[in-house]
């Protein structure tokens, strides 16, 4: 029995309706029943939930929506749990004391959409800053993009340890280095840092707003803005989705080049993540060879693409330029920087005033990482077997060899080996892709989008990123972007339990977090 | 003509600059105000063994405090807007703002909106803008330049 029958089973009359697109099982179920249903896929079925996100359909039938989005990676395939709510009584039950990962996108609707999860254990704000007047919900059909809402009195409570000894240590917005905004507040007794509390969102730029506003032509640059260095990631997820609204094929040749930007990209972002951590245990040479290997990779981005962060090439059916003249010069310089990437992991892993930094620094433990619904490299060395290059393929990864690396100390150390491995596998996946580069279009021609809707996934350096696009008058209706900061974030107030003061920066690094793609 | 002689030219120019303007080295502040994070990435490139910027007389600090320059990414946010005002209040004067990539410069693509109060000038006063989606190491060098003959200026009119 596959998981849909058994829904079926369990649930029967209280599943209202059920319709399937593509590989997305939609089931339409009563708002009372959400939290049983929704922990017994997760619980039961063992189905992780990926995404949960509402919208304003008051103009079709007077109701919001809220949905769950499940991945079954066994088939391919999304379960996707939907409840209806109405304008008159915006509530319905929180799900977070059960899944814990539902935790801020239930926050996120309270302000986006003025939905109200009861029962969550901690409604503060989450978007809105307190500043924000209530009532106020941005992604309500009936609010204007161009509002610019009064600022009002107000104050964000954080939670507070006490006790003889503990102090207060807030850090940021403005950080010390060159990195992007967002607010630490430790408490700390002696060194130790015994919590942790962040609170972020200073970056929040109205993105989901903006997509409903702009051309779908515009809407790819957009994606491509939303966490700067996983440009490809948000384009290509971006793509996929409104080319499976749309019904397209890819030519083969296109999904190829789309496979060999997101390895270059993530090549240059594991390299740019290993150098941070050398940086941050103030070993210069270990972090001067990484920064100038990144940058390396930069510059064969702009040989290749014209553009050092490999932006401009995706486009809504394919890709916009051809990189199989530049073959040679790929493989070529791929094959230096790998062999100079191998010299630098040796001497990094036989340094010992690194290792020391490193080892048993940070660790997200395992039932931790489930919980939260840890992804990416984070995940992977959380002993979380889980890539979407296999799980629900895309591009052109289903035609070639590589491995998904994973480990199991969760520590910085073991962070930093699966970025190296997965480096090398990268260097490998671009190999076969150039190899078997096939002859053809790059591009199919589009010139409307049909009404639909359809998720997009892939694996960004940072993890699964997933889009959710409806359409409507070769307009976008919503889009729903979750990048994999979103789901990382609350694992550092973990990671960081027991650890020093000063191991902050270096177990922040190695989770490699993106305030930009997290606040949108 | 390869990147690193690009680099050599221009540094050397800067540098000259620098000299005889502050007679000693540009301190600079980066203040990320709502970027997507690409500008930063090559704000960080500015410091690798490649382009080297230290080696020209330029620092990046680590407080407004310290710098005699702001440079600015990103649409300033409206979650952003008193931060960068208070880190702008922080620098001493003589103070220089440069408005880094398109965001900084009008808002780019996220324009004027309930989030995004568009670019940075809406805010500072901005001295001198950088554009790019992100600028190139090679072009942030060169509007720090710019920068400089315009503080030279002012200071020739008695401005500051
Ligand atoms: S200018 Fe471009 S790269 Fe810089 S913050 Fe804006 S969108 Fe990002």
Aim: include cysteine; charged fraction near 25%; hydrophobic fraction near 40%.
């Amino acid at each position: 029995m596959n998981s849909i029958e058994s829904i079926k089973k369990e649930f029967n009359t209280n599943v209202l309706e059920v319709s399937t697109s593509h590989n997305e099982t939609y089931l339409t179920v009563k708002k009372e029943l959400i939290v049983k249903m929704c922990d017994y896929i997760y619980h039961h079925l063992n189905l992780p939930i990926v995404c949960i996100f509402a919208t304003d359909e008051r103009k079709i039938d007077g109701s919001f929506k809220i949905h769950y989005v499940f991945s079954e990676v066994k088939d391919d395939a999304f379960i996707i749990l939907r409840i209806s709510i109405d304008e008159e009584n915006p509530k319905y039950p929180s799900i977070t004391n059960k899944i814990a990962s539902a935790n801020w996108y239930e926050r996120e609707i309270q302000d986006m959409f003025g939905l109200v999860p009861q029962g969550h254990p901690d409604p503060r704000r989450l978007m809105n800053f307190e500043d924000w007047p209530a009532g106020v919900h941005p992604l309500r059909k009936d609010f204007d993009i161009k509002t610019k809402p009064p600022r009002v009195d107000g104050e964000y409570i954080y939670r507070r340890v006490e006790g003889e000894g503990v102090y207060e240590i807030p850090v940021g917005p403005v950080h010390a280095g060159v990195i992007e905004p967002g607010h630490f507040r430790f408490s700390v007794a002696g060194e130790p840092i015994i919590n942790l509390e962040i609170r972020h969102f200073y970056t929040h730029k109205g993105v989901e707003k903006l997509f409903e506003n702009i051309s779908i032509d515009k809407a790819v640059f957009l994606a491509e803005r939303i966490s700067g260095d996983n440009s490809v990631a948000h384009a290509v997820t971006f793509c996929q989705a409104m080319e499976k609204i749309a019904g397209l094929n890819i030519p083969p040749r296109a999904n190829h080049i789309r496979t060999i930007l997101l390895e270059l990209e993530r090549i240059y972002n594991h390299i740019a993540d290993i150098a941070g951590i050398a940086t941050d245990v103030a070993f210069s040479f270990g972090a001067a060879h990484a920064n100038k290997l990144k940058e390396d990779v930069l510059q064969l981005n702009e040989r290749v693409t014209g553009s050092r962060l490999l932006r401009g090439m995706n486009t809504i059916g394919g890709v916009r330029r051809d990189i199989g003249g530049r073959k040679d010069e790929i493989l070529l310089s791929l094959s230096i920087i790998q062999r100079d990437f191998r010299k630098l992991m040796e001497h990094l892993s036989s340094t010992p005033s690194l290792m020391d930094r490193i080892e048993t620094t940070g660790r997200i433990y395992n039932d931790i990482a489930k919980g939260l619904h840890v992804v990416g490299p984070v995940g992977r060395a959380s002993g979380i077997d889980r890539d979407m290059r296999r799980g629900h393929p895309y591009a052109a990864y289903k035609e070639f060899n590589f491995k998904v690396i994973v480990s199991k100390a969760g520590d910085v150390h073991a962070r930093t080996i699966v970025r190296a491995d997965e480096v090398c596998e990268s260097v490998g996946l671009i190999e076969q892709a150039l190899w078997s580069l096939p002859e053809g279009d790059l591009r199919v021609k589009v010139d409307k989008i049909p009404d639909g809707h359809a998720l997009g996934i892939c694996e960004a350096p940072r993890g699964e990123t997933i889009y959710w696009i409806r359409t409507s008058g070769n307009k976008i209706e919503r889009c729903k972007v979750r990048d994999p900061s979103f789901c990382n974030w609350l694992s550092i107030e973990y990671a960081v339990l027991d650890n020093i003061v000063p191991d902050f920066p270096i177990i922040n690094k190695s989770l490699s977090l993106s305030y930009s793609g997290n606040d949108m | 003509m390869t990147v690193e002689d690009e680099i050599e030219i221009m540094g050397q120019r800067l540098n000259d600059k620098i000299r005889n303007i502050f007679g000693r080295s540009l301190h600079i502040r980066e203040v990320d105000a709502g970027s997507c994070n690409a500008c930063e990435v090559e704000v960080n490139a500015l410091s690798n063994p490649i382009y080297d910027i230290e080696r020209f007389g330029l620092h990046i600090v680590a407080s407004p405090r310290h710098a005699d320059m702001l440079l600015v990414t990103g649409p300033v946010t409206r979650n952003m807007e008193l931060a960068l005002l208070k880190t702008y209040n922080a620098t001493p004067s003589p103070k220089l703002v440069a408005a880094m990539g398109s965001c900084a410069c009008n808002g780019g693509i996220f324009g004027d909106t309930y989030a995004s109060c568009g670019g940075v000038d809406k805010i500072i006063p901005v001295d001198v803008y950088i554009p790019g989606c992100p600028p190139r190491p090679q072009a942030v060098i060169f509007g720090l330049m710019v920068a400089l003959d315009k503080l030279e200026q002012k200071i020739r009119k008695k401005e500051v």
